[in-house]
């Protein structure tokens, strides 16, 4: 059975690679926005009885959503085998509790609407907080993918005596998991959120910076601002130079500027989100997983 990798335009180099590394044919979607704001989306090519992916980088979701679960069904319509999704970011995540009343459990609702529409999942360190595994959201296989092997990789070639930093308690499985493959030291920083764009970080044990280069080692780069505190605190404190390298470089607004501005010596991210920053690749680390999904989903 042969097998057809459809990518969103902005996720046409990932799609791409993929498609080349297990065998498959690659096709972006065609997708039309009427004046209106309704979208039309076309499948160029045979899906029946192949099985189809879908690349779908999910960092704007309430513009690639709907074009997603259309996608999924034309391709069901033209008899595809299975369909699954290909996301290098899986948004929502965040919102995994109501915090007031009234809000949305954004992460258990948009998980629903995914397991509705494909056969399985592949997605790369998702943000689960509260949430122990995709296996407690999704009612169709999924896999979460650790993007960490890679990153390690890229710091061990390009950064001399690493210290790996972790901006905040959340971020101390990133950090841990790369320095243990470095044999570096690391440590986490201290944060307290004010609002979406402000908060604050300190360091208790600042003698771990001392002769090292400190690489801070983060999920997802959004708004910015904890990182732009992060750079802060370490260079307050006489650290060297800073690396920063992030797995999802959301980067919205004028969140890079910012980062670069506040004194990081390098910005680099993974290309689970296409962006200028992109120097870690990790396609080579979503083939075997995607390939074990479509064998067991057959």
Known sequence: MSTICFSFPQDARLGGKLAAAIGAEHQLLDIHEFPDGETLVKLHADCAKRRVILVCGGHRPNVSALPAYFAAHAARSMGAATVGLVAPYLAYMRQDTQFHDGEAVSALTYARFLSSTFDWLVTVDPHLHRMKSLDSMFSIPASCVSSMPA?????????????????????????????????????????????????????????????????????IASSG????????????????????????????????????????????STNTVAHVTNEIDVVPLLVEPVQGLMRATN
Request: with cysteine.
């Open 225 to 268: 601002r904890t990182l732009v505190e992060t750079i802060r605190a370490l260079r307050g404190l006489g650290s060297a130079p800073v690396t920063c390298a992030v797995v999802h470089a959301l980067f919205a607004a004028d969140a890079e500027s910012a980062i670069r501005e506040a004194g990081a010596a390098r910005l680099v």
């Open 151 to 219: 990153v390690a990789d890229w710091i061990r070639a390009n950064v001399s005596d690493p210290v790996l930093v972790g901006p905040d308690r959340e971020s101390t499985q990133w950090a841990e998991a790369v320095a243990r493959r470095l044999g570096c030291p690391w440590t986490i920083l201290e944060k307290t959120r004010l609002g979406d764009r402000d908060v604050s970080v300190r360091l208790s044990d600042p003698e771990v910076l001392r002769g090292r280069t400190p690489v801070i080692v983060d999920d």
